[in-house]
């Protein structure tokens, strides 16, 4: 457990194949609040929680706050074999890291890809889940979002510099965030890329693509309704960006009537998947401090094995 700076500490911690992981903790170690443990989309990493994460663990009621990079992005290792880029890897690792950071119960929220890991979290250990945040992921995801998402990962040229970074970034995702000001864009772009040796270098392993290549998105994609309903003894905020075209808002709707705690809110302006900041990000700090108010609980259902044809989602 290393690098710490103002605002948090990077630990690293081993996954059960010995690969190295990292994650951000913000805020205090042992206090009275379930901690809140952030997971983003399959290409992004830690910093896309970094404001909500200040959010939990300076404001009022200071709580812990983990960011989670998965394997090959961030700061935790590449893996040599890119198959192990798979949910249920991550999943294994997720696990590790909280047994390592001693984190039995946690809220979770979960971005894109990391809500698919939340809803197998749901199926498998359904007590380590106090309450849930979705960003812009839902049981049945639309393929055109897939479609958008699998004609960039990997394939984008090397940015010179962050202003080269936004407008490249513009070329593929200006639709999904019409709205969007310079701050935000830049938001978007610290996540892709980071600096190193005064040049910009990926955030994450480019042969994440490889497995986007294996989808049939001519098929149907299978949907994950049995997931969705792990997470029904759990208090679930839904976000949904306007333009999404990965969560559609029938999906959204169809959520709220089949989880009987359900909220959603749907940010306007932007697609997949919404910053996690301003006004968005107090709502869900309401929301989670609502629900540690309240204490009330549903019974936890049995856990029961998640099914292994998840497709593979990123972020935007």
């Given at each position: ?39 983003p989309g399959l290409t992004r990493n830690a910093i896309d929680f970094h404001d909500l994460a200040l959010a939990f663990s300076q404001g009022e009621r ?72 979705l960003n812009d992921i839902g049981p049945v995801i639309e393929p055109q979002g897939l479609m958008r998402i699998r004609g960039y990962v990997g394939k ?89 075209d990965l969560l559609s808002g029938s999906t959204l709707a169809a959520m709220a009537k089949r989880h009987p705690r359900f909220e959603s809110l749907t ?50």
């Open positions: 457990m290393t690098e710490t700076d103002e605002s948090y500490r990077s630990l690293f911690i081993s996954a059960s194949d010995g690969l190295r992981l990292h994650a951000r903790d913000y805020g205090p170690i042992a206090g009275a609040l379930t901690p809140v443990v952030c997971l200071p709580r812990r706050t983990l960011a989670v990079d998965y394997r090959g992005r961030g700061l935790s290792d590449r893996d040599s074999d890119w198959r192990r880029y798979d949910l249920q890897v991550e999943l294994d690792d997720l696990l590790q890291v909280l047994a390592a950071t001693n984190i039995p119960e946690a809220v979770f929220v979960g971005a894109s890809r990391g809500g698919l890991i939340t809803m197998a979290l749901a199926a498998v250990r359904p007590a380590a889940i106090r309450a849930v945040v984008m040229p090397k940015p010179r510099n962050f202003d080269d970074a936004i407008a490249i970034l513009k070329t593929v995702s200006d639709r999904q965030f019409p709205a969007l000001d310079d701050e935000g864009w830049r938001k978007i772009a610290e996540g892709v890329w980071h600096s190193r040796n005064g040049k910009l270098e990926l955030s994450y392993d480019p042969a994440l693509m490889k497995g986007l290549t294996l989808l049939d998105l001519e098929k149907p994609l299978p949907t994950l309704w049995p997931l969705f309903d792990a997470l029904k003894h759990a208090p679930t905020l839904a976000i949904r960006g306007a333009h999404s940010v306007e302006g932007q697609g997949h998947t919404p910053l996690l900041d301003g006004v968005v990000a107090e709502r869900i700090v309401a929301f989670v401090d609502a629900r540690e108010i309240s204490g009330r609980r549903q019974a936890v259902p049995e856990p029961a094995m998640p099914r292994a044809d998840a497709p593979l989602i990123g972020g935007a």
